[in-house]
């Protein structure tokens, strides 16, 4: 059974800083591609940032400089450092892990929710 838990979300104040983390189990960790996903109310969810197994990153314009996606094999976990944070910032965030062998294997956590205001 392939679980993805999401842990770290909160409310603080612009300009803040949150580390979010998804532990993963029931995969091969170390495979997968892993992601962050953010959705806004009323908004389509987005790639925020991605790791791929061999450990190179990508990331959403909105993001780069503030956010940081790492991840740790040994525990099965990635992460998402977020700096700087804006009211825009405000999601409910997603974890993703990703596998292509034939076919995609796509797992999603159940979300955490961040909220940043003054």
């Known amino acids: 059974q392939v679980q993805l838990v999401e842990s770290g979300g909160g409310l603080l104040q612009p300009g803040g800083s949150l580390r979010l983390s998804c532990a993963a189990s029931?995969?091969?960790?170390?495979?997968?591609?892993m992601g962050w996903y953010r959705q806004a109310p009323g908004k389509q969810r987005e790639l925020v940032a991605g790791?791929?197994?061999?450990?190179?990153?990508n990331y959403a314009d909105s993001v780069k400089g503030r956010f940081t996606i790492s991840r740790d094999n040994a525990k099965n976990t990635v992460f998402l450092q977020m700096n700087s944070l804006k009211p825009e910032d405000t999601a409910v965030y997603y974890c993703?892990?990703?596998?292509?062998?034939?076919?995609?294997?796509?797992?999603w956590g159940q979300g955490t929710q961040v909220t940043v205001s003054s």
């Open positions: 029931g995969i091969t960790f170390s495979s997968y591609a």
């Open positions: 993703k892990a990703a596998l292509y062998d034939i076919r995609w294997y796509t797992w």
């Open positions: 790791i791929s197994s061999g450990g190179s990153t």
